[in-house]
């Protein structure tokens, strides 16, 4: 879906720092930025309380708004932009998820709320970084070079398309493939 004329708008007058912007542009993507982050947690196996919902959707927003709206400005118009915003959200929501779970594990005084499921499904599994370097040894070719430039490298679709040659709207289709391919390994 290309971008709206009502969003190119909104983008420019965010851009321009014009007067209630912000708050139009707040207003506008906050349900999709909630919705993101539950179901980011939710598809890592993460149960997290409302007020981390909301922590983790105010760090989505501090991001875009980061050394003068650079994800914005960065925002090239080649999708809707709340697709774009969407990828931008779950990025940053999977890290700060990450870092949770490596305080953690370290014992850094995480937030106790945060349970994790004792059988996590494949894409939590895929934070780990031993467990991905164990379970590419199950995957052949593109498919674990996409892999370990996505899960182990943190590579954007476009820095994979870049690196690989493979068209860039490939790559969320083989990764798909690839996580269906692993859950069939942990499951037998």
Known sequence: ????????????RCLQRKSRAW????????????HVVNHTAQARGVQLPTQDCEDLCAEV??????????????FRGQSSLSTYLTVVARRIVVKELLARRTAA?????????????????????LSDQEQVARLLSHLQGAEAE??????LEGKSYHEISAATGMPE????????????KLRETQNA
Not at 1 to 12: A, G, K, Q, W, Y
Not at 61 to 73: C, G, K, P, S
């Open 1 to 12: 879906m290309p971008l709206t004329e009502i969003d190119r708008n909104l983008l420019e």
């Open 105 to 125: 594990q370290g014992g850094e005084g995480a937030s106790a709320a945060v349970a994790v499921d004792p059988q996590p499904p494949v894409e939590q599994l």
């Open 146 to 151: 996409v892999v370990r430039l996505y899960h």
């Open 23 to 34: 708050e139009d542009f707040v207003n506008r993507f906050m349900s999709p930025a909630m």
């Open 169 to 180: 709207n490939s790559i969320g289709p083989l990764l798909s493939r690839a996580r269906s």
């Open 61 to 74: 927003f501090l991001a875009i708004v980061h050394n003068d709206f650079a994800l914005l400005r960065n």
